[in-house]
């Protein structure tokens, strides 16, 4: 958040296709998991170990997840220390819903515990739900914030733009304009110079 001189805001990205995906590998000494059960604690502690804008309050999980809870072996990895120990999370899960036909995927709630950030994690998380919402939906959309310039660009770097639906609003365009200031990622030029 140091690099950050501007107001957050949240964005909304969008990805069209998986066709190049980026295949990064974890780091020695990591290894993903899926989702088992009794993670929903796991999940809350790197959450509230990470999270710098909003409250993470004790209902959340139940309130992104508890619809679903069948789909969290599929849908939800942890990456964890070779001593087991969890330090990171990503889950790939729907837009709108699993009954809805040719539904867009989501990336949702990236985290990486801050003494594991810098590690080069988050990379290899995104290829890993990438592929697997490859294998379900045409597209992907994320929800993320412009105070995070860093996860926008592994995002940008995935194939995520900013939702074009989304950019006639002055605020949404300032907050990506705020991103593209600490980043300067040469995705956003096109979004940005019209």
């Known amino acids: 958040m140091s690099d950050i001189t501007y107001q957050p805001r949240s964005v909304q990205m969008v990805c069209?296709?998986?066709?190049?995906?980026?295949?990064v590998a974890l780091p020695a000494g990591y290894r993903f998991r899926g989702y088992r059960a009794g993670d929903d604690d796991v999940w809350m502690a790197i959450q509230r170990a990470a999270e710098p804008f909003i409250n993470i309050v004790d209902e959340l999980f139940e309130n992104e997840y508890g619809a679903h809870r069948a789909a969290l072996p599929?849908?939800?990895?942890?990456?964890?220390?070779e001593a087991g120990t969890p330090?990171?999370?990503?889950?790939?899960?729907?837009?709108?819903?699993?009954d809805v036909p040719n539904d867009r995927g989501r990336i949702h709630w990236v985290v990486v515990h801050p003494d594991h950030q810098r590690r080069g994690l988050s990379k290899p998380m995104m290829t890993l739900a990438m592929n697997y919402m490859s294998e379900h939906h045409p597209g992907a959309v994320l929800g993320t914030s412009s105070g995070r310039p860093w996860a926008v660009k592994v995002y940008l770097d995935f194939g995520f733009l900013p939702d074009p639906t989304k950019l006639a609003e002055a605020e949404t365009l300032q907050a990506w304009r705020d991103v593209?200031?600490?980043i300067d990622h040469p995705a956003l030029v096109p979004f940005l110079d019209a």
């Not at 069209?16 to 295949?23: I, K």
């Not at 599929?74 to 220390?81: G, P």
């Not at 330090?87 to 699993?98: D, L």
């Open 16 to 23: 069209d296709g998986f066709a190049d995906v980026p295949q």
């Open 74 to 81: 599929q849908r939800m990895w942890f990456v964890e220390t």
């Open 87 to 98: 330090v990171g999370s990503i889950s790939g899960w729907w837009e709108s819903g699993p």
């Open 180 to 182: 593209q200031s600490v």
